[in-house]
């Protein structure tokens, strides 16, 4: 089993419409949790952090969090073309600076 | 303007050569990391430091080398025992007190043939 497993995609959503990207992690004993957004041929940008059971909003972004189910998600309102990319899901390991990366859901916005 | 750099941005080497790669961050981060992704792969922890003459393993260093002597640099050595050397590397760093929130350089692409 992976330690972080996302589906690769593509996910495919029409202009406007809510893109649900999902994330599971198999270490129980993880407290951080992270989205990247990655253009093609591009390096990863930091776009949520969340720490807490819970939503957490930043503009049209939505990272949600559950432990016990050991689910991340991350909800895109209003989604633009400019939001295709793969979105990368990582987990603090342990106690250590370790950050564990998901392989990535590619996401694609229909104009 | 702070951020990371690395260079060089494409990299090309025959078979059997070590090469450096470069990173420089002007942020004043104490902690400093080595990713390599592969196609349709995340991210894989090289090596990182959190301190300057300081810096450990991470889960592929076989094959690789780093050294930091400045706070600010922070090179990667891939070795001619690096079995499948070609790769999209990525340099990121961070700060002590929020470790995980890592920024990243805009990665080397290397092709070793």
């Known amino acids: 089993q992976k330690e972080v497993e996302q589906n690769s995609g593509p996910l495919s959503v029409p202009e406007g419409a809510i893109a649900s990207l999902n994330c599971t992690y198999s270490?129980?004993?993880?407290?951080?949790f992270f989205w990247y957004r990655q253009y093609s041929g591009k390096s990863p940008e930091l776009i949520m952090s969340?720490?807490?059971?819970g939503d957490k909003e930043d503009g049209r972004f939505t990272a949600q969090l559950n432990k016990a189910s050991q689910y991340v998600s991350l909800l895109i309102r209003d989604s633009q073309p400019s939001d295709s990319a793969t979105y990368l899901c990582?987990?603090?390991?342990?106690?250590?600076?370790?950050?564990?990366f998901g392989s990535g859901t590619r996401l694609l916005v229909r104009p | 303007d702070g951020g990371i750099t690395q260079s060089p941005k494409y990299l090309f080497r025959k078979e059997g050569q070590n090469v450096t790669l470069s990173c420089e961050q002007n942020?004043?981060?104490?902690?400093m990391y080595w990713y390599r992704q592969d196609p349709g792969q995340g991210l894989r922890l090289i090596y990182y430091?959190?301190?300057?003459?300081?810096?450990q393993k991470g889960d592929i260093a076989e094959g690789y080398s780093v050294s930091r002597e400045k706070k600010e640099s922070f090179p990667l050595t891939v070795t001619s025992a690096q079995k499948n050397p070609t790769a999209f590397y990525l340099c990121?760093?961070?700060?002590?007190?929020?470790?995980?929130?890592?920024?990243f350089g805009p990665g080397t692409r290397l092709t070793v043939t």
């Open positions: 990121a760093s961070s700060t002590l007190v929020a470790a995980y929130e890592q920024y």
């Open positions: 270490d129980r004993g993880s407290q951080s």
């Open positions: 969340i720490y807490s059971n």
């Open positions: 990582a987990v603090n390991r342990d106690s250590s600076y370790k950050l564990i």
């Open positions: 942020l004043n981060h104490d902690a």
């Open positions: 430091s959190q301190i300057v003459n300081d810096f």
